[in-house]
């Protein structure tokens, strides 16, 4: 069952590459006492993640960091590198995005937003979301109900929820 607005987040933890390695991040150390905007994307380096989603982000963060939210969180079913390389080529985190990985997927599919595609090496990875996160619960959700596009999901949908 896919997550929906009035559920709490699961429990779990994401990943950042940190000075020392990859280091886990715990979802709820996260979201307590805060108002989160978390969205999640099949993969960097993708096409439509790349070129679309997480500039959408990028471009918006100030407004949405100014209208009261306490961080903006990216993640994806990829490993800590390859989302670090994807932080520094983009510039995420000088925007004020902070870059997480679900490294297998086991939040992704907790949360009921995860598919598959073998074919291009696709596993449980994260459908492409955008919710509003207030003390560990949704308060605001959007899924992309069509491949390949970010129209529901993007900053600028997500800034004018707020």
Same mark, same amino acid.
């Given at each position: 069952? %896919? =997550?929906?607005v +009035?559920?709490?987040?699961?429990?779990?933890?994401?990943?950042?590459?940190? %000075?020392? *390695?990859?280091?886990?991040?715990?979802?709820?150390?996260? @979201?307590? +006492?805060?108002?989160?905007? &978390?969205?999640?994307?099949?993969?960097?380096? %993708?096409? @439509?993640?790349?070129?679309?989603? &997480? $500039?959408?982000? =990028?471009?918006? #963060?100030?407004? =949405?960091?100014?209208?009261?939210?306490?961080? =903006?969180? /990216?993640?994806? !079913?990829?490993?800590?590198? !390859?989302?670090?390389?994807?932080?520094?080529?983009?510039?995420?985190?000088?925007? +004020?995005? @902070?870059?997480?990985?679900? $490294?297998?997927g086991?939040?992704?599919?907790?949360?009921?937003l995860?598919?598959?595609?073998? $074919? !291009?090496?696709?596993?449980?990875? @994260?459908?492409?979301? #955008? #919710?509003? !996160?207030?003390?560990? #619960?949704? %308060?605001?959700?959007?899924?992309?109900?069509?491949? *390949?596009? /970010?129209?529901?999901?993007? +900053?600028?949908?997500? &800034?004018?929820?707020?």
């Amino acid at each position: 069952m %896919t =997550i929906s607005v +009035g559920d709490p987040l699961p429990a779990g933890e994401l990943m950042k590459l940190g %000075t020392a *390695g990859p280091e886990p991040v715990a979802l709820d150390t996260l @979201t307590k +006492g805060r108002k989160i905007a &978390l969205f999640g994307l099949p993969g960097a380096f %993708t096409a @439509t993640c790349s070129a679309a989603h &997480l $500039p959408s982000f =990028i471009r918006n #963060a100030d407004a =949405i960091l100014a209208k009261g939210v306490d961080e =903006i969180i /990216c993640m994806s !079913v990829n490993d800590p590198w !390859v989302m670090d390389a994807w932080d520094r080529e983009t510039g995420a985190a000088k925007a +004020g995005i @902070t870059m997480l990985t679900d $490294p297998v997927g086991t939040l992704t599919v907790a949360m009921g937003l995860d598919f598959s595609a073998p $074919p !291009v090496g696709f596993v449980n990875r @994260t459908r492409r979301f #955008a #919710a509003i !996160v207030e003390d560990g #619960a949704v %308060t605001w959700f959007q899924e992309e109900q069509e491949r *390949g596009v /970010c129209n529901f999901t993007a +900053g600028e949908s997500l &800034l004018e929820a707020l």
